[in-house]
C-alpha cells in the first residue's frame, strides 16, 4: 500500500510540473509574438492610412516687384512774392490757403508817383524834340535849323575862298584879302561841325529821356504784382494800407502743389533697380483707401553713408489739389512691373515657431520644405524660394503631415 501511494504522487507532480511548463512556454512565445508585431508596427509607418489632402500646383504670373519706402509730401517749389519797387499797398487779392493761377493779380501799390514820374519824362522830351523841330522819331540832323544856318555860312564862305583865290592867282587883289577868306571858310567849317555836335547831343538827350520815360512805364507796371507760379499762399505777409519800404518788400510766399515732390529713401539692396520714369504707388493716410501715383523724376549722385539709402525724388500729380505739402506718405517703388513669380495659395504655407514651410507632394508622399516668402496677389503668395513651378502642396490636414506621410488626393 505505502509504495502503490508514493508512486501514484510521483507520477501526478510530474504531470503537474509538465503542465505548468508547457503554459510558461505559450505564455513566452504569445508575449515575444506580440513583442515581435509591437515592433514592426512601429518600424513600419507607412502601415498607418494615408492622410487625405487636397493639393495645387504652383503657378507662374506675372507681377509687379516693388520696394516698400516711406517719405513726405513736399510743395513743387516755394516762392516768396515781393514788390519790385517800395509803395503802399492799395489793393492785396489773397489770403492764407488762397489758390491762385499763374499771371493773377495778388497786390496793387499806389500808382500816384509812378504816373507823374511817366508825365514829367514825356513833358521833357518833348520839350526837347520842340527845340530841334522834330515830328517824329525819324530825323536828320542837318535839318535842324541851326545846322542849317552854319551850312549856308559855311557856303557862303566857301564862295568867297574860291573867288579870293582866283583873284590872289591873277595879282587883282593883296594876299591880306585871300588870308581873310581863308580863315572866314575855316571859322564857317567849326560852327557847322559844332551845329552838328550840338544837335547830336539833343538826339542823344532825346534818346535818355525816351529810356526815362520806359523806366518810368516799368515802375507804373511794377505796382502790379503777379504771381509766377500756380499755387496756394503759404503765408501772407502783408496787408492793404501797409508801407513797403526798400527793407521788406515781401507780399506773400506762394507754394506750387500740383505736382507735388516725394523724396524717400531707396534701401541698398534696391538701389541698383532705381530708373527715373518707374511708377511710385502712394497711400496717404488722410485718405484711407485710396491710391495715388507718382513717377521718380530724380535720382540722388550717391548713397548716405550713415543709411546705406538712396535718395529718389518722384514727381506726384495733384490735380484736385486733395495733397498737401507735409503730409505723410507711404509708397511702393515698382521696380519690375512683369518680373515672373512663383505662386501657391497662402493656406499652403504654415508658420512655426520662426519657420515658414510647406508640404510638397512626392510620389503620393509629403516633403517638408523651407520656404520664403513674396507678395500676396488675393488668395495666392508668391515663394521666392524652396518651391519650383509646376510642383504640387498640400492645401489641409497640415497638421497631420510630416516628411515621408503617405497621403491621397481628394
Not at 25 to 33: D, I, L, Q, S, Y
Not at 104 to 116: F, H, M, N, S
Not at 207 to 212: G, P, T, V
Not at 297 to 310: K, P, V, W
Request: proline share 3%.
Amino acid at each position: 500500500m505505502g509504495e502503490g501511494t508514493t508512486t501514484t504522487r510521483m507520477i501526478k507532480g510530474t504531470l503537474l510540473f509538465a503542465l505548468l511548463f508547457t503554459a510558461a512556454a505559450c505564455t513566452r512565445k504569445a508575449e515575444g509574438e506580440a513583442k515581435t508585431k509591437a515592433a514592426t508596427a512601429t518600424a513600419s509607418p507607412t502601415a498607418a492610412p494615408p492622410v487625405e489632402v487636397s493639393t495645387a500646383t504652383a503657378i507662374t504670373r506675372a507681377m509687379a516687384r516693388s520696394v516698400e519706402v516711406v517719405g513726405s509730401l513736399a510743395a513743387d517749389e516755394e516762392v516768396v512774392i515781393s514788390a519790385q519797387v517800395p509803395g503802399e499797398v492799395a489793393q492785396i487779392n489773397i489770403d492764407f490757403g488762397s489758390f491762385v493761377q499763374a499771371g493773377q493779380v495778388i497786390a496793387t501799390l499806389d500808382q500816384r508817383d509812378a504816373k507823374l514820374r511817366i508825365e514829367q519824362a514825356e513833358a521833357s522830351l518833348k520839350q526837347t524834340m520842340a527845340r530841334l523841330g522834330m515830328t517824329s522819331d525819324k530825323f536828320d540832323p542837318n535839318q535842324a535849323a541851326d545846322v542849317k544856318v552854319a551850312r549856308a555860312s559855311l557856303d557862303w564862305t566857301k564862295m568867297d575862298l574860291e573867288r579870293a583865290t582866283k583873284l590872289v592867282e591873277n595879282g587883282d587883289v593883296a594876299r591880306s584879302i585871300y588870308d581873310n577868306a581863308l580863315t572866314q571858310n575855316q571859322l564857317a567849317q567849326a560852327r557847322h561841325q559844332a551845329a552838328l555836335d550840338a544837335v547830336n547831343q539833343q538826339l542823344a538827350v532825346i534818346e535818355q529821356q525816351k529810356s526815362a520815360i520806359n523806366l518810368a512805364k516799368k515802375a507804373l507796371g511794377d505796382t502790379i504784382v503777379r504771381s509766377p507760379i500756380t499755387g496756394a499762399v503759404k503765408e501772407k505777409h502783408t496787408s492793404r494800407g501797409a508801407y513797403l519800404s526798400q527793407q521788406s518788400l515781401r507780399i506773400a510766399t506762394l507754394v506750387k502743389i500740383n505736382p507735388l515732390r516725394l523724396r524717400a529713401d531707396i534701401p541698398e539692396f534696391a538701389a541698383a533697380a532705381v530708373r527715373t520714369g518707374q511708377q511710385m504707388l502712394l497711400e496717404i493716410d488722410a485718405f484711407p483707401g485710396r491710391k495715388f501715383t507718382g513717377r521718380i523724376a530724380r535720382i540722388g549722385a550717391s548713397l548716405n553713408e550713415q543709411t546705406r539709402a538712396l535718395t529718389v525724388e518722384a514727381t506726384v500729380a495733384n490735380p484736385g489739389n486733395l495733397l498737401r505739402p507735409g503730409m505723410f506718405a507711404k509708397s511702393s517703388l515698382i521696380t519690375a512691373p512683369n518680373a515672373q513669380a512663383t505662386m501657391i495659395p497662402s493656406k499652403a504655407v504654415v508658420s512655426i515657431a520662426g519657420l515658414t514651410k510647406v508640404f510638397v507632394i512626392e510620389n503620393g508622399k509629403a516633403v517638408e520644405r523651407i520656404v520664403k516668402t513674396g507678395t500676396k496677389d488675393g488668395d495666392l503668395i508668391e515663394i521666392s524660394e524652396g518651391v519650383r513651378t509646376g510642383e504640387n502642396v498640400a492645401l489641409n490636414n497640415l497638421d497631420k503631415l510630416q516628411t515621408g506621410t503617405t497621403v491621397s488626393n481628394k
